[in-house]
């Protein structure tokens, strides 16, 4: 596991301590706060955050020389890059959020990102497949001007889950803050 990531998938558990929130939902007030620039934030690895129930998990920076990401989990068809009807909430909330005012100035890469149960070929091109296709829907439905987005497939290559290459925790979209597009 990277210990400089931002956000990691896990499955829902309950946290008596104040700094975790759990609801139906991550907010997009949350989304807005774990992508804005912060510095010199520094941040105990493995001290809970932010987890929802539609696979949304935020927690603060650990490093704060890395670039503010967040990973969500995207819900496709069966090998493929269309959307899951489950996704499209998460979505929505990711638009409302990089439509927010203290985001119009910064760019996003939206990285796809399999399991390795599939060749390595095939892994690059669904990763890269479902990063255009969440990129398209934010455009279309949520109005976020394409121009702030890019993709990126990684396939199989930054695993969450080294240990478990094929567990569905690898298989994730990453929201990445580029800065400012100017």
Known sequence: MQSTRLVTLLFLSCFADPFTALAQGVSSEAIVEALVPKSGVVHKPGTPGLRSLRGLEIEPAV?????????IRVNFAFNSAELDPDATVTLMRLGEALSDPRLQSYSFMIAGHTDAKGTDEYNQGLSEARARAVVDYLVRTTHVAERRLSSQG???????????PESGENRRVQIVNLGSPE
């Open 63 to 71: 490093d704060p020389k890395n670039p503010p990401s967040i990973d």
């Open 154 to 164: 990684y396939g199989e290559s930054q695993l969450i889950d080294s240990g478990n």
